[in-house]
């Protein structure tokens, strides 16, 4: 369906119809892609809930798989991922699997088209996609207590936070803003704010700022024009991008990349709306929104603002889908097939309300080189220990522990859901089965602690009768104490 | 300064000034609840950053905790703590040592009188408050990666469910609204929505929805109206409650409880505005918003009815402090001292605008009792063992450490950030120095493991020069999983 008559210049790109509206809006999409010009062959691959039903957890076959690791970029429309039977999210295999570290989400007003409370918003979300508690791993080790575990890497905020310079600078945009929550959490959400200012230092022709997660989500979400460039955490981003979307108006409009050093994936923000589908009703700008971004991204700038301004045009004309359509406003009512004829007789024109677009300055992927890292020295002090213990109050515990002869090592404090109850704890703290003990090397032996004494130590406690549940040793790098303290330590 | 005509029927409630404009809101808030008849006999301590800066981590001194402690209800203006230094935050440890487990934060637009673009907006957050990332338990281990614990715990998501129910109940509201993210977080979140689900089978007369949070925040966002209470984790909680607030245009209107078992502590949602401290021009709403709450908590229900219909009333007629002051809509502007002279020119009145009103129906304070669990069976099946490893590829490490003899467990699988290396991993995946490998008995071993063979486990890894830095156990309950499984296991 793509035009085949320079078949040497074409860009393979692996693409999926999905479900639900997925196939209407591809045939959509790449209709208009066909007719504005764009030097791509698609191989199509079967993704979804029929991949998924058939047997796959994944969703994908392997050889479907391999096609998106050969060709690299990736169209994707909606899937249904069936509830319940441990099928896993495609999307977050994908995005972790093939390294799509930087999620990538323009988000726009288009009033008077489309109704909104915000019309002067106009930004860009840049969401960290692999790590934080997306990761995946937790654990339940007592009764009472479960447990998620949220990694934060260095190399994993050195090249989102470098993404996001890289993009405000080659998209024309002044502002980067961070979000993080490093008041509260100051070694995890500390590191990406710590990287972030030392990244921005390198930037000094873009404006820099920094919020805390709670007041940068309430300014998005009541004067969303302030921001330009954000980036954020995963679990942050993916709040903010529903919110913006949101309030924008515009989540049957968002399109939106995950870009990885070799692959990226570009898809509509949307699902795959079963309610309608089949019924030729569905609006198939959040796809090719999608598309625009990837055309950008395999070097076809050109024709990616061809289609883009072809598309403002459609929709300041008033031509629209039910969804947005509204009643003084749009002009004509058209459903997937008539908007995608609309957008077609329009490439060329440029719109005339909002500004034209051009890709001029962005005619290549954002390219990220991790730096190596100058490797600090690590020194082992001590190891919090984790009991699962349910007989009787902090001091009773804490007594106990301090009461063992041949312990190797010393019982500094014990905190129950990171309280302090030993020593010196007060009896309306309430406490869970779930018990963190710190211990450290005993007064006088100075120096790293040998591995062994951790080992011995819990032998020790299991043979008293306590459950140790899990462990996390404590380091120091070049000196630097690497955990957080406890009140008072 | 408050009647003590009848010091028998007096509650006594400690009391502090705060910093910046702290003492001029608690003045006129504590000129307001005296000329309306409130019981209430004051203990004056002192906290915040005077405190901070003789020397005290906590800010407040030892004798005036035993205040709190004996007193159980705490009127707090805001205090500014003091940046670096390693002063811990106040309300943190107040919260978790003294049990504040309900973080209750009302939320009202007072349009026309207050500007918003959400004039319906009427509800209330109710944020679970000592559990979460913000137990504040980080560790690094390896020279890339960060980690901090998020937990949750049954009787944490117990206490607060129950307590938004019967919040519901008391104060007329419809709808409880849960929110979460229980579709990547399967455990710790799904574990707060099953309880959810449970309590609020409990509560036929309420009807109960839950929202992804992501898709809950936009809505928030987007219609506030739609909610009534909405209960959540602590983190999701801090970040929809600045939004709440934000969007009703109420930031310095807003009042706060936090509220435990056994003592409550009530506040305005703004901080300490050093930059017009002392200047009579603060808005003293949001303590004020506090101190009603609190007279509600203490049984004083008619007495705080009445001072908040002469607060709507004071809003109605127009008489505003500088924050909220419109030209055309503002009838006087007033400084603080004003603004509680109007109050209590008005104490009897009630709203003409508003809706007038009472709390007849919630006398008392909220008490939730903690059900008793039965405890499941728990048995070992296995141990997550993470290393620090930095020499080679996932491959590499994993055909190494099965090769490994005399291994008393037997490797199953490797993933880096949560996503499956080993075995069957692709070269795309980005690793980091930071790997987990999942150890189970080896097969034709039946039952439970034996906790020394973890740590043989352990010592052989080591031995073989593999720098093992943290553990968790891997246990099932009753029979079921307690561990997220990774793909294909």
Tied chains: 1, 2.
């Excluded at 404006?207 to 300014?219: T, V």
């Excluded at 955990?483 to 330590?489: H, K």
Aim: proline fraction near 4%; charge should be negative.
């Amino acid at each position: 369906m793509i035009s085949t008559s320079n078949p040497i210049s074409n860009t393979k790109v692996t693409v999926a119809y999905g479900d639900g509206i997925g196939p209407e809006i591809m045939d959509a999409t790449l209709r208009i892609l066909d007719a504005a010009g764009a030097k791509i062959e698609p191989e199509v691959i079967e993704i979804g809930e029929k991949v998924y039903k058939s047997g796959s957890k994944a969703g994908i076959q392997p050889s479907d798989w391999e096609s998106l690791r050969r060709n690299k970029v990736f169209l994707k429309a909606p899937i249904t991922t069936p509830q319940g039977g441990g099928y896993k999210s495609l999307n977050v295999t994908a995005r972790t699997t093939l390294g799509l570290f930087a999620n990538v989400r323009p988000c726009m007003a288009y009033s008077p088209y489309v109704e909104t409370k915000h019309p002067l918003l106009d930004l860009v979300i840049i969401r960290e996609n692999e790590e934080d508690l997306y990761t995946g791993i937790e654990h339940r080790q007592t009764n009472q207590m479960t447990q998620c575990l949220k990694l934060i890497s260095r190399p994993g905020c050195e090249k989102i936070i470098r993404y996001a310079f890289e993009y405000a600078r080659a998209y024309n945009r002044r502002k980067v803003t961070c979000l993080s929550k490093d008041n509260i959490m100051k070694m995890t959400d500390g590191l990406f704010h710590r990287v972030f200012d030392e990244i921005a230092a390198e930037y000094p022709d873009i404006e820099k700022e920094h919020w805390i997660i709670d007041i940068g989500s309430a300014l998005l979400a009541d004067e969303p024009e302030r921001f330009g460039v954000i980036v954020t955490l995963n679990l942050y981003g993916d709040i903010i991008s529903d919110i913006a979307a949101q309030i924008a108006g515009s989540v049957g409009m968002g399109g939106s990349a995950n870009v990885g050093d070799q692959c990226a994936m570009f898809e509509a923000i949307h699902g795959s709306a079963p309610d309608i589908a089949g019924r030729g009703i569905a609006n198939p700008s959040g796809l090719l929104n999608g598309a625009i971004m990837m055309l950008v991204h395999i070097g076809q700038g050109e024709v990616a603002a061809q289609v883009h301004n072809a598309w403002l045009k459609t929709i300041e004309d008033g031509i629209h889908t039910g969804d947005v359509y509204q009643e003084g406003v749009s002009k004509e009512r058209v459903g997937t097939k008539g908007f995608a004829d609309a957008v077609i007789a329009r490439l060329g024109q440029t719109p005339e309300h909002f500004k034209t677009i051009s890709y001029a300055a962005a005619p290549k992927p954002i390219h990220i080189s991790s730096a190596s890292q100058t490797p600090q020295k690590k020194e082992l002090v001590g190891v919090d220990i984790f009991l699962d213990w349910n007989e009787g109050t902090a001091r009773q515990l804490g007594d106990a522990i301090s009461a063992l002869s041949d312990s190797p090592l010393e019982l500094k404090m014990i905190t129950n859901r990171g309280v302090k109850v030993y020593p010196d704890g007060v009896p309306e703290t309430f406490c869970t089965d779930h018990w963190r003990c710190r211990f450290k090397g005993k007064a006088g032996l100075d120096g790293a602690l040998d591995k062994t004494t951790i080992w011995k130590q819990l032998a020790l406690l299991n043979e008293k009768g306590f459950d140790t549940i899990k462990t996390e040793n404590l380091y120091t790098f070049d000196g630097e104490v690497g955990y957080s303290l406890m009140q008072g330590e």
